[in-house]
Nanobody, 115 residues
Framework: QVRLVESGGGLVQAGGSLRLSCAAS????????MGWYRQPPGKQRELVAA???????NYAESVKGRFTISRDNAKNTVYLQMNSLKPEDTAVYYC?????????WGQGTQVTVSS
């Protein structure tokens, strides 16, 4: 079993920055993908960014150039640096880990961007 714990959400003004963290614990494989999804109010959950254990990254078009995903494999932790935040970035952000044939979700952290 794998447990994911997110932190770093909060309220920020448009144009500001936040950094999310997600720490994985338990039976974490050295080969995995970690990523961030978000679910805006009344909308479906969507992929924001993902990073493999080898460092390959993937971003949603809406966040390219503003968000940066990174990870510390020694700490089994993934980060999401969010810059130039917009009100439309307001959502609950969820961490996800894929390994073998299983995936795991964090509990979510709220990010609110005021205009």
């Amino acid at each position: 079993q794998v447990r994911l714990v997110e932190s770093g959400g909060g309220l920020v003004q448009a144009g500001g920055s936040l950094r999310l963290s997600c720490a994985a614990s338990g039976s974490v494989s050295s080969i995995n993908i970690m990523g961030w999804y978000r679910q805006p109010p009344g909308k479906q959950r969507e992929l924001v960014a993902a990073i493999s254990s080898g460092g390959s990254t993937n971003y949603a078009e809406s966040v390219k150039g503003r968000f940066t995903i990174s990870r510390d494999n020694a700490k089994n932790t993934v980060y999401l640096q969010m810059n130039s935040l917009k009100p439309e970035d307001t959502a609950v952000y969820y961490c996800k880990l894929w390994q073998a044939l299983q995936n795991y979700w964090g509990q979510g952290t709220q990010v609110t961007v005021s205009s």
